[in-house]
């Protein structure tokens, strides 16, 4: 079984920084991509930024150039620098590893969320 523990979630003030770190265990071959998505309430889950395997790194529009996405392969972990955060940045944060290979098979996993409060 594969489990994702986040880390690094709370309330920040406006303008302030996060770093929220994903880490992924079990008896896992590979992690073809791995993400960060967030619910704000009211809101449907939407993705925030996400990494391959390879490198090639994706971000919604909201988030670029506040953002940064980073992954270890080897560890299997995975993190986001939030800078300048912002009220509309607040949410659950979720871990999301897809693709992941197994010796059972190939399936997505997620983490049970952390969350995110900015405000003053």
């Known amino acids: 079984q594969v489990q994702l523990v986040e880390s690094g979630g709370g309330l920040v003030q406006p303008g302030g920084s996060l770093r929220l770190s994903c880490a992924a265990s079990g008896r896992i071959l590979s992690i073809d991509v791995m993400g960060w998505y967030r619910q704000a309430p009211g809101k449907q889950r939407e993705l925030v930024a996400g990494?391959?395997?390879?490198?090639?790194?994706k971000y919604a529009d909201s988030v670029k150039g506040r953002f940064t996405i980073s992954r270890d392969n080897a560890n299997n972990t995975m993190s986001l620098q939030m800078n300048g955060l912002q009220p509309e940045d607040t949410g659950v944060y979720y871990c999301?590893?897809?693709?992941?290979?197994?010796?059972?098979?190939?399936?997505?996993?997620w983490g049970q969320g952390t969350q995110v409060t900015v405000s003053s």
């Open positions: 999301n590893a897809g693709r992941v290979s197994t010796r059972i098979g190939t399936d997505d996993y």
């Open positions: 990494i391959t395997s390879g490198g090639s790194i």
